[in-house]
């Protein structure tokens, strides 16, 4: 099993700037990708970042330039850092990492965006 621990969260205010931390623990052998989904409230969750071994970073259209994904791998840990916050990026920020088929998720760290 692997576990996840966001952290980092929190509110802000339009055009600010937050650094989401997710940090990986327990039966970890090679982890293939990490990630950052959010939901928004009435909405699915949809994929932010992802971050595959040996592979350049994703990002969904609405974070590009704004967002940046990156990993230590020796600590085992995935880190979202977002600049220029808009009130559409409001939502759950969720980690989740894939290992040996298996996905695994974080608990999720509230992002707020507001004045």
């Known amino acids: 099993q692997v576990q996840l621990v966001e952290s980092g969260g929190g509110l802000v205010q339009p055009g600010g700037s937050l650094r989401l931390s997710c940090a990986a623990s327990g039966s970890i052998f090679r982890l293939y990708a990490m990630d950052w989904y959010r939901q928004a409230p009435g909405k699915q969750r949809e994929l932010v970042a992802r971050?595959?071994?040996?592979?350049?970073?994703n990002y969904v259209d609405s974070v590009k330039g704004r967002f940046t994904i990156s990993r230590d791998s020796a600590k085992n840990m995935v880190f979202l850092q977002m600049h220029s916050l808009k009130p559409e990026d409001t939502a759950v920020y969720y980690c989740?990492?894939?290992?040996?088929?298996?996905?695994?998720w974080g608990q999720g760290t509230q992002v707020t965006v507001s004045s």
């Open positions: 989740h990492a894939a290992q040996l088929g298996q996905n695994y």
């Open positions: 971050l595959i071994s040996g592979s350049s970073p």
